[in-house]
């Protein structure tokens, strides 16, 4: 018997004296607060806690080491220190999706109690077991000076009151989930509820001759065995090509590490994951195709009908080797670019259960629900409207939660055996099996005259999308129309090809394939000004869009241009600085390309004092809630006593499409702009507890951009953002300083749009020195965590974020997309610091770092 204190109360433990502190906190006392991000790896630092007064990982602590000991969770703080913590988190924006935070606020509490008055440089040192991926760390360090100032002086942390746009009203949602009390689907639990877990492939490619379940199916707590031969729709489901199978048969081949073979539905996960272990499955393993550049002539076939999933041409102008010729200056160069994984703190989970009437309720994390529903109804042959997927707020996604992981699974296993079923990928499953960043092979050429205007550019592009589409075609597709960056040519040829390999399969993430492009164009401007011996900031300005110029697609820019400006408000300080790289940034808004895309808001008066806003899209720690109600505020001179509350679901009368492509803001904020005003104009003759009961609808579309081959004008997006990033070294080459200028049309939220930008540069940064996706011939390397490079507080540099606003009128207020651009021309301008400082041009993510004087 191990006894102990939890949060100030005796507690008992009779059990396996081996089982985590965590599982313990989670599973057998509810305290969901404490989050499992890495598995048991000690890697992210989600579950911290309090052990006699010292900061302790509970995922790597057996409970024997907890005899006699003082456990303290967020639970069991004290009032005013949960209060105040929390509080200080919300008004600096340290909260972004929120899974990283309470662990973040129990080391806050120790460190402030043994140093009341730590400077920065010792919060940094304290967080060195943290990890974030989506702030940036700037303001969660902001969040902990301030929460010691109000411990220290006995001070209330007042937040922003005003409701409407241009204030940093505080983030939907942001107090609870700092707090632990917001819940993530992991944190579920239903009554009846059982658990599954997956069986994967253990080689990329390989015929599988047998799959045996029987061992599994007999152990004790096993309710059944799911294979693909139990699923009753349509077994192979995709974002845009249907070629993923659910569940892989025997007598089939694996396409990559991936795959599933089978799952285990039983009564706890523990049982599941052990029963998963007792499938054996006979293999014909067979060589994997995993390089790229083999991918078009290899007599190896991901697919029957071929390895090329997307090619992309963009020709226009005169012949680029005419131009050339004529040229001044020529320069050429191949640059690579790795896969690399999102690394959203919380691993993908979901939640099913019957919803009585013959359909099912989903509880989903993913950035797509409206896809969610299609794929899992037509996977179970079910009508899209017996599948209501209810959107529960992502602890991170980045692009990473478009596509199907285990939301098909779980649906599948209640809808047959009629009980809530949960099924959570543990970290090293969700490292092998959701979509990737593209790992790509660019060949650039460039050239321009002997002033500085550029000439011409040719651009063959490689991006290998593994053994799925995903969003492949698109990605690779969009690193194509961005290929000249941020710049005006007026002769292009450029080829982007998105090819299958035996590699897990890659997809979306943050830049969605522009920030490939961006690092091989901005290398090769900075190449041009060597060679012609051009001033590189001058060069820029020179060469960037403006209105009147045309993108890579031969789009006409019309308003809204703000990128002259953004390199305007960084030139002092680049001009100052010895060694300085520069890069701008394009980068769409809205899937655009002829594709229509609509938004719709439905409200509904439920109190005199209460409005529930209904949307399609989904919230993964950007704010698109907290847009939403600020822009409904806004519109209709609510002040902070009106409560609206957000919700998302397939079910709720509201359609929306992927929460992709920078588009979010946009377009929900002008279907929520329609919307309110339709309310706004009853408030003008009766008062809010008159309506009562009352419901509104706002339908916005956009159906006007075109593809980028069609004849006459060109539009191929509604909308672009544009960015200077900046890197500083000092004098021993290392990064000191990122100064970030975005145009963003109209900020809507300073604290929102500062810690996209700031988690963007961050993010980017890790792109461009450490982050590495660990493969090898389609096989992990390692699946721990910490081999993926992600940076820490103590590796960011001091960020300056600058916004420039040029509205445009396709925006809500003449609002843009922040959320993809503040990662893209980051790894370019560290890129171009490296080489001011040594001379020597890099061609390949990570960077190799600088050779010191």
């Not at 320069?331 to 099912?360: I, M, R, S, W």
């Not at 409200?603 to 989904?618: C, F, N, Q, T």
């Not at 919307?675 to 507890?689: F, I, N, T, Y």
């Amino acid at each position: 018997m191990i006894t102990f204190t939890l949060n100030g109360r005796e507690a008992s433990f009779s059990g396996d004296e081996k089982l985590s502190l965590l599982h313990y906190l989670r599973e057998d006392q509810g305290l969901t607060s404490v989050k499992d991000g890495c598995s048991g790896q000690a890697a992210c630092g989600a579950c911290m806690v309090e052990l006699d007064g010292r900061p302790t990982l509970a995922c790597v602590t057996p409970m024997l080491k907890v005899t006699g000991k003082s456990v303290i969770t967020i639970e069991g703080f004290p009032e005013n220190v949960r209060r105040t913590l929390a509080r200080a988190f919300v008004a600096k924006g340290a909260v972004q999706c929120g899974f990283c935070t309470p662990g973040i606020l129990a080391r806050t509490k120790m460190l402030l109690e043994n140093n009341p008055d730590p400077s920065r440089a010792e919060v940094i040192k304290a967080l060195q077991a943290n990890l974030c991926r989506c702030t940036g760390y700037v303001k969660i360090i902001d969040g902990i000076l301030l929460a010691a100032k109000a411990l220290r002086d006995h001070l209330q942390i007042d937040w922003e009151t005003r409701t409407g746009i241009g204030y940093s009203y505080p983030k939907v949602e942001a107090y609870e989930k700092a707090l632990g009390i917001g819940p993530y689907v992991a944190d579920m639990q239903l009554d009846g509820m059982c658990h599954g877990a997956l069986k994967f492939s253990e080689h990329p490619r390989a015929v599988v001759r047998r799959i045996d379940v029987s061992a599994a199916a007999k152990m004790a707590g096993v309710i059944r065995v799911f294979t693909g031969a139990d699923i009753p729709g349509k077994r192979h489901q995709g974002l845009v090509v249907k070629d993923w199978p659910m569940m892989v048969l025997e007598g089939e081949t694996t396409r990559c590490i991936a795959d599933v073979f089978a799952c285990v539905v039983a009564e706890t996960e523990q049982i599941a994951r052990l029963a998963v272990e007792l499938i054996q499955v006979d293999y014909e393993v067979l060589e994997p195709l995993t390089e790229i550049t083999r991918a078009k002539d290899s007599p190896i076939l991901i697919h029957e009908h071929g390895n090329l999933l997307k090619e992309t041409v963009i020709r226009r102008g005169e012949a680029v080797e005419d131009v050339f010729a004529r040229s001044a200056h020529v320069v050429e160069g191949e640059y690579e670019t790795p896969f690399v994984e999102h690394a959203f703190l919380e691993p993908e989970a979901a939640l099913a259960k019957p919803d009585g009437q013959g359909g099912l309720i989903v509880y989903s994390q993913s950035q797509a629900i409206f896809k969610d529903r299609d794929q899992i109804s037509s996977a179970l042959n079910l009508a899209a409207e017996q599948v209501d997927v209810v959107l529960v707020s992502a602890g991170g996604a980045f692009g990473g939660k478009e596509d199907l992981t285990v939301q098909h699974h779980a649906s599948l296993a209640a809808m047959v055996l009629q009980r809530p079923v949960k099924v959570r990928l543990s970290r090293p499953e969700s490292m092998r099996m959701h979509p990737k960043r593209h790992k790509m092979l660019l060949h650039y050429t460039l050239g321009c005259d002997e002033k500085g205007m550029l000439t011409a550019l040719r651009a063959r592009i490689l991006g290998d999308t593994g053994g799925y589409a995903s969003m492949g075609g698109a990605v690779v597709a969009r690193t194509g129309t961005h290929a000249a960056a941020a710049y005006h040519l007026p002769n292009v040829d450029v080829i982007a090809s998105a090819y299958y390999t035996n590699n897990p399969p890659a997809g979306a993430f943050r830049g969605f394939g522009v920030n490939q492009s961006n690092f091989a164009m901005e290398c090769m401007v900075d190449e041009l000004c060597s060679k012609g011996g051009f001033d590189r900031w001058q060069f820029r300005y020179d060469n960037a869009l403006d209105v009147g110029r045309m993108t890579t697609t031969g789009h006409i820019l019309k308003s809204a241009v703000g990128l002259r400006q953004c390199l305007t408000e960084v030139k002092d300080a680049f001009n100052s600085a010895e060694y300085a790289g520069i890069a701008c940034a394009i980068k769409n808004c809205g899937i655009g390309n002829g594709i229509e895309e609509i938004s719709e808001t439905r409200l509904k008066i439920v109190a005199p004092d209460r409005i529930e806003l209904y949307h399609g899209w989904s919230e993964m720690g950007q704010g698109i809630n907290t847009v939403a109600r600020q822009v409904l505020a806004e519109v209709c001179g609510l002040d902070e006593s009106i409560a609206i509350e957000v919700k998302s679901s397939t079910g709720g009368g509201a359609r929306g499409g992927a929460t992709t492509a920078s588009r979010g803001t946009a377009l929900l904020g002008n279907s929520t702009i329609i919307v309110a005003e339709k309310l706004k104009a009853d408030l003008h003759s009766q008062p809010l507890d008159d309506l009562v009961g009352k419901e509104y609808f706002g339908h916005h579309f956009v159906d006007w951009t075109t593809s980028h081959d069609v004849e006459g004008e060109i539009i191929s997006h509604f909308s672009y953002s544009y960015a200077v990033h900046m890197a500083i070294l000092d004098e021993t080459g290392t990064l000191q300083s990122i100064h970030a200028a975005h145009d963003v049309g109209r900020i809507i939220n300073p604290n929102l749009f500062e810690g996209q930008v700031e988690g963007g540069v961050v993010m980017g940064m890790g792109y461009a020195l450490t982050e590495n996706y660990p493969l090898k011939d389609g096989k992990l390397t390692s699946d721990r965590m910490a081999r993926l490079g992600l940076p820490k507080a103590k590796d960011v540099p001091e960020i300056k974020v600058i916004g420039v606003e040029y509205p445009d009128d396709s925006g809500p207020f003449g609002a843009k997309g922040v959320g993809e651009i503040g990662s893209i021309p980051t790894a370019a301008a560290i890129a171009n610091s490296y080489y001011r400082f040594d001379g020597i041009r890099r061609y390949r993510l990570p960077l190799a770092p600088p050779e010191k004087k």
